[in-house]
């Protein structure tokens, strides 16, 4: 059992209602299309219900879906079916898995995702690693330290359950731990204005 894993699977039959009105995944959808490839092999950490996986599918040759949630997963496994989305691996398990080797992905997918990690560097290290040398990490981030209501009424709810508990940061601090692991910035700004939450996009250097 993952850590949260229960509140995902509590959630997962209700998460496209919650989120699919949200602009933000229009936004982060077509941008990363931008860096795409069509010969790309992709991960999808924090896959969710496939929000995201499936609509980038046709722009590239491989994405390994993982997620910690089982519901969500076979959520995902069943939406692609229906769209006969056929290029698309889903996994129960976190990039610390063994299966995924140092430089195997040209683009590695993490949306809404470094705010719910206990110790999110330790994150940021393991997936520059996994990007192949000059490859694109495609990241969207609540950095709840920029809004310290919402931040504190989140904290509250995890107290009884009813939220994750949430890691809080600024998007300065988000930036600064992956430039410690030789990438460089192309973008970081809110995907939305008034928004704690942030785009930012970065590239692995291609010695490394």
């Not at 069943?78 to 691996?89: F, G, P, V």
């Not at 809080?168 to 601090?173: G, I, L």
């Not at 192309?186 to 939450?197: C, E, G, M, T």
Request: glycine share 4%; aromatic share 12%.
């Amino acid at each position: 059992m993952y850590k949260d894993e229960k509140f995902w699977d509590r959630i997962a039959s209700k998460f496209d209602r919650i989120e699919k009105n949200d602009i933000a995944y229009t936004i982060f959808i077509e941008k990363a299309r931008t860096y795409l490839k069509a010969d790309d092999t992709i991960l999808d950490f924090g896959c969710g219900t496939g929000l995201i996986c499936n609509e980038i599918a046709e722009n590239v040759t491989c994405i390994h879906a993982i997620d910690i949630s089982a519901n969500m997963i076979a959520i995902c496994r069943n939406k692609a079916s229906e769209r006969n989305i056929r290029n698309i691996e889903y996994s129960r398990t976190t990039v610390f898995d063994e299966k995924f080797k140092e430089g195997s992905f040209d683009a590695i997918i993490a949306f809404n995702i470094f705010h719910l990690l206990d110790e999110p560097e330790k994150y940021f290290q393991r997936i520059i690693k996994l990007l192949k040398p000059g490859g694109i990490l495609l990241s969207a981030t609540p950095c709840m330290s920029e809004a310290p209501g919402l931040n504190f009424v989140l904290r509250f709810f995890s107290i009884f359950g009813l939220t994750p508990k949430l890691n809080s940061f600024t998007h300065t601090e988000m930036e600064n731990f992956f430039l410690k692991t030789s990438s460089m910035t192309l973008v970081l700004n809110r995907i939305k204005p008034h928004s704690p939450q942030y785009l930012y996009i970065c590239k692995k250097h291609l010695n490394q």
